[in-house]
């Protein structure tokens, strides 16, 4: 019997300890958690205090407490053990129980609520934890510990990069300064153990007509930041200039969804070490509209010293993980990456040497601080298309800037054949696209009319498309065959017209009684090539409500059969083939065309793949034109026939 009690006092023991360390954590000797502990600077409804915190003590010029009881969000406890903590002090002096609610925001941040004294009735109970901290408003302002001794953290999170900003103060009335001077340099060099990890510096430029504006440079040391529950982006900064406590700390508020234009940012900062004054990135005593800049020491790179093709220059699209546009002239390449609605990345890539089609670029991105090289690979344009390659960046170091042919090393290095293998299990050199935009129309490497059977998502059939109340042009035509159609034609022979349904029937003459109707598609053909063995054409339609480019591969396997996939967007993914519906493999739609002309549809058959062309040939298209039974066959080569399957 005493062992059975022995065993169930242990497991009793054992469920208690599971419980206190899961569930919550009371302590039974309170000892303030070591991330509370330190000398802080804080202001209370604007009196300045200087606390100082061990393990047992809290005490400042107002209240001192001991540590009586402690209850630890185990909720809040992040990747490094720290958490937040409710303390229940009693003050000796004042014989009075006092709660804190401790928010541990960073290493060199705490915010906190605190209760009134509570002085235990004669005779009565000692109030616990919860009936003091339960006292608290809800609302209550939060005050804010900033350590005066700082421990360094990174800045990355708080500010990286070159900014220019606008500022506003609140008191004086003297307006919004826009000042060319007025800047944010935070640059840090990844994995440094310098001091340039830990702050930035800030400079207030003068506008002659705001009285308020001053003329001030500060360097900020970064405290770390956080997120509240509302989504709010805090941070804390430290001006090591100062030796003030209540002029050196600072608080910074901003927010991600703000949904500025031209990717500009709201701030609101404090001016005193306290962050109860900022109600919103638009609310606080200076307000600061940030927005992304290319400065500092990367002007030093922004002569160019070569250029790029002549008959490169235009306004160009590109298709990757995001829509780019493209903006090209002799000796500059723009990037603008739109990200969402809102938000959007800009890279400028400067001419620097070139040899044969390979050119080696500075690339710089706006609001970033890295300077690096980058070798374009510039197939010579084609049509409305420019192929193209980049290879992996690569930066100079301060040792190999001094060196006088250092642009010589870097081309070699940037521009050799390995730099373009990104993916060192895929050493296929498959081409990106610049595609001009808009295009210049080109004559479409497929022509002729065709009947033509879809496979592919149903969200991305082709449909008839009504522009109007009838359900169908023509609606009172008595049509009797309606099939989808499939053609360009010598009238216009850069575009393809698509209609899922046509009205093939014809009078007594031949001649098609639906002749008026309106094609569903019309697409305009900006250009084709080969690469590896596949044909690629270029389409552009204005009306695609997913990409107004789409890429398509095409492949003739009979006189009068052809095989088409359509791409998904505007890229040509390589394992894409002209059999290819699925998305997997890049293709959202897959067209079976078989040819029937009629006799008087005047729609010849012209098939162009730019396969294995000599280059003395003239021409290399093949004409078939079809009347009732009797075909004429134009070739139009210099001494070569075209093999056709």
Known sequence: MAKLQSAMIRESALLLIFLSRHLFTVSSECIIPSHFQGDWFSMESGTELDTL??????????????CSERFDHNGTIDADGRFSSDLLLFSQVSNCYKCYQMLYRTPNIVQYK????????????????????????????????????LITVNCKNTVEGIFHFTYEMNEGGGGICDSPYSQIIACQEPGSVYVDNQVFDMNFGKCPEVSTSVNQNIRFQCMGTWTDEQGNIWSGVADVGEVVYRDRFRCLLTRHDQEQEMNKVRYSMSWWAECSSLKSPYDGPVRLLVEPVVGGYQLDYTDPMCNFPKNNSGHWYHMSE???????????????????????????????????????AVAITVGKCEVDYVCFDLIPRHQSIIRWRMGKPYRLTQVEIGYPDFLTRMFRQACTWSSFTINRNDINWNYRTFLLDPPAPVACPVRGRYL?????????????????????????????????EFRSCDENPTIIQLDAEYCATVDHTGRPIGEYDVADWELTCVGYWDEDWNSYMITWDPEDATSRFRCWTYERSQWRYIYMSRSTSAFCRPTMTSFSSDPSEGASLQLTLTETERQYDDCPLSYTDKRNIPKNTINSEVTVRGHWGHVIVMLVTGAWLKHVN
């Open 53 to 66: 915190i061990n393990d047992k003590l809290l005490s400042n010029r107002v209240f001192e407490g001991t």
């Open 114 to 149: 605190m209760s009134e004294c509570r002085t235990p009735q004669t005779g009565a109970a000692v109030p616990s934890l919860d009936q003091v901290c339960s006292s608290i408003p809800v609302n209550a302002d939060l005050a804010t510990f900033f350590r005066k001794t």
């Open 322 to 360: 995001n829509d780019v546009n493209v903006d090209i002239n002799a000796t500059h390449i723009y990037f603008k990456t739109r990200i969402d609605q809102y938000l959007y990345k800009e890279s400028y890539f400067i001419c620097k040497m070139n040899s044969g089609t390979r050119y080696l």
């Open 452 to 484: 033509f059977e879809q496979k592919g998502q149903p969200e991305e059939l082709l449909q008839t498309r009504i522009r109007g109340m009838t359900e169908r042009p023509r609606h009172m035509i008595d049509c009797k065959e309606y099939v989808s």
